[in-house]
């Protein structure tokens, strides 16, 4: 065993190259000592670290020249280091697995000794003019019976062929081995960017003023009104040319559109400004909302910003079909998010806008409307129309005076006449769309009909209200009680759930608003949780 003094030595020293001294620790009296190995390689974390460190620990214990390190990627083991080889071989070789026999030990997991491969009844081929000796060894790394790839080691340093104790040997170190480099992996997993930021990189690169686009961000995207430049390039040199000015509507024909199709790879759009990143956020929504090492409150983050974006582009022009097919892009992207978190939670304290409490509001609402209906098992579609819905209703606010909407105290009869009527111009702007269901332009008509008859426009009472309809009205009014709002200041979950219950009576249908109180109580319970186990 290790002495407190040997184990501290045998860690300090990782970082060396070698070292007699250090490698005298791990092989006592011609005996390895698998202990000081593990200490050695389980305390490095740097893949080129650890890398080297293996090589050291293989030729010298097993006093061999030559060792490399392949890792399975995809169906082939790609050289990852060897102490031999030119990095250019390193590069471009690539073994099959399965194929030849570092494919075939990674395939089989079993470790192979090869005392002449000339003669070797399983491998039988010439000896690479590279190795003086015709003997080898190759041993499987594994972590939890998993291979992940394999250990290489080539030509005795006395000449002799390798031997069953110099196997057992190098089996010790690909067993250590194999856990360093799973532990230099996550490691490195931790440190990467999220697709965020990799997104962010790319829009703020000084060194490139434009921005790639897809045939869909053009046709009912983002950048459909958009300037396109034509890259051009010569001799490593890229030259952008003006293509398509932008403002009027890009595909007006078949022959324009097969042009865009055939050069879509050369269309760019110039960056210029904070409309334009999140436009180029929301053409990557899909890629955001699908990246596993982002974390789901980072996703909200950007998708609160490009609903905002859309929203505000929706309001200026809200007959433009483009505009309608990118709040549908937007409420599918957020029914995966919604669908792929952990434990179907998401952190109701996240899903909130910061922007203006218009925006900011239907965006809230929209947001917990569609973890609320999945939460209690609305379909796909249900859930669909109801977030598209919501993410509509207050379209009809347009029309309405920004000095009434933003006023800080109680409205007047006359301007609180003006506010309702948003309700019946939304429906009616939706309507003349033609590109949304009945069932998400009824939602702006409905949002604020009252249970009991006491709503507007129409004073609709009970069932003659949707459940779509009834869904909206408890999760608007709790949006907007939990919210900075001009003439109040937010409140917590747990009062707003206990005004609505108490102080509300007869607004809301008491089924459904019971069933959204359970639902705040158990996503309540279920983040504390996460939070306790961080």
Known sequence: ?????????????????????????????????????????????????????????????????????????????????????????????????????????????????????????????????????????????LVSGKVMGVLNVNDKMNGEVFSESDLNTLKIIARYSAIAIRNATLLEKTKK????????????????????????????????????????????????????????????????????????????????????????????????????????????????????????????????????????????????????????HIDMGSVKADDQYLYGHSINVTMLSLIFAHHIGLNVEEISELGLGLFLQDIGMKDVDPLIINKPTKLNSDEYTIIKKHSEIGFHMLQETGQVSPESCILALLHHENFDGSGYPHGLKENDISLNGRISRVIDVYSAITSDRPYANARTSDAACVIMKEKMKGLFDTEVLGDFIDFVKSVSVANKSNVVGV
């Open 1 to 141: 065993m290790l002495t407190m003094s040997d184990r501290d030595a045998s860690v300090k020293d990782t970082g060396k190259k070698t070292g007699s001294a250090w490698i005298k620790n791990v092989s006592l009296n011609n005996r390895v000592n698998e202990e000081a190995i593990g200490i050695a390689l389980t305390s490095v974390f740097q893949f080129e670290r650890v890398f080297k460190l293996i090589s050291s620990l293989v030729t010298n214990i097993v006093t061999a020249k030559y060792s490399s390190i392949m890792l399975i990627e995809g169906d082939k083991l790609r050289i990852k280091y060897s102490n031999h080889l030119p990095e250019n071989v390193e590069n471009e070789c690539g073994v099959k697995v399965g194929e030849s026999i570092s494919g075939w030990a990674a395939l089989t997991g079993v470790n192979v000794l090869v005392k002449n491969i000339e003669t070797d009844t399983r491998f039988a081929k010439k000896n690479n003019i590279r190795y003086s000796s015709k003997s080898f060894m190759t041993v499987p790394l």
């Open 193 to 344: 960017l999220s697709i965020v930021q990799q997104l962010d990189n790319d829009y703020y690169d000084k060194k490139n003023k434009y921005l790639p686009v897809t045939l869909k961000s053009l046709k009912i995207g983002p950048f459909n009104k958009s300037e396109l430049y034509l890259k051009n390039s010569a001799n490593g040199e890229h030259n952008y040319v003006l293509y398509w000015k932008g403002g009027d509507r890009l595909f007006i024909n078949d022959k324009r559109e097969e042009f865009i199709r055939k050069n879509i790879n050369k269309l760019y759009v110039p960056k210029n400004g904070r409309k334009q990143y999140l436009r180029f956020m929301e053409s990557n929504l899909e890629k955001v909302v699908g990246h596993e090492e982002t974390c789901a409150k980072e996703k909200l983050s950007i998708a609160k910003d490009i609903a905002v974006n859309i929203v505000s582009d929706l309001s200026a022009v809200p007959d433009e079909i483009c505009n309608i097919e990118r709040a549908k892009q937007w409420i599918n992207s957020i029914m995966g998010l919604v669908r792929n978190s952990r434990n179907n």
